[in-house]
T-cell receptor, first 114, second 112 residues
């Protein structure tokens, strides 16, 4: 079975540019999560969706960050404008409903803003 | 505040020895816990989970112990192998909801 698929795997961009990260969750999973990982802060939840509806976006750092889920098989995380402090690994993850079900992670998008 | 923390940032063990990775949590309302393994350049991978109505759960070479009295979680790896070298994260269900709150991670290094 295909896991969570993320693209791009690596991106280097200049400060001020728009960055769009993409995610395809596991088929049949109705929860989708965006996490950010840095050495200083570890794995932080940015936002999660249930049935394509944002449920908790309290982790989104600021208005420069936005996330959408137009359908059950696709989500985007956009940063506009990007800043060097946004450099991190961004993970998308998904799970089925029901309490206690495992969250499955993609391989991550490694973002460097210079 | 609510958080998941790890006692040790790094752990070095010899191949063949048993490893124990510890984790403390502060949210007494958490009812589900997971251990993840993250290898360099990859996403976190599920290892084992445990619900709060259990004290112990065993998998293949791994055991998770939960002590709700002191809010402590541990991961035991038997006969540690070089392939076990990775960063290990404990996580709890966030605000008793559907997302997970992760600890900072423990780096496990297995030496020959």
């Amino acid at each position: 079975d295909a896991g969570v698929i993320q693209s791009p795997r690596h991106e280097v961009t200049e400060m001020g540019q728009e960055v769009t990260l993409r995610c395809k969750p596991i088929s049949g999973h109705d929860y989708l999560f965006w996490y950010r990982q840095t050495m200083m802060r570890g794995l932080e939840l940015l936002i999660y969706f249930n049935n394509n509806v944002p449920i908790d976006d309290s982790g989104m750092p600021e208005d420069r960050f936005s996330a959408k889920m137009p359908n059950a098989s696709f989500s985007t995380l956009k940063i506009q404008p990007s800043e060097p402090r946004d450099s991190a690994v961004y993970f998308c993850a998904s799970r089925t409903g029901g309490r206690g079900n495992t969250i499955y992670f993609g391989e991550g998008s490694w973002l460097t803003v210079v | 505040g609510e958080s998941v923390g790890l006692h040790l940032p790094t752990l070095s063990v010899q191949e063949g020895d048993n490893s124990i990775i510890n984790c403390a949590y502060s949210n007494s309302a958490s009812d589900y816990f997971i251990w993840y393994k993250q290898e360099s350049g990859k996403g976190p991978q599920f290892i084992i989970d445990i619900r709060s109505n259990m004290d112990k759960r065993q998998g293949q070479r791994v055991t998770v112990l939960l002590n709700k009295t002191v809010k402590h979680l541990s991961l035991q790896i038997a006969a540690t192998q070089p392939g076990d070298s990775a960063v290990y994260f404990c996580a709890e269900n966030r605000n008793s909801g559907y997302a997970l709150n992760f600890g900072k991670g423990t780096s496990l290094l297995v030496t020959p």
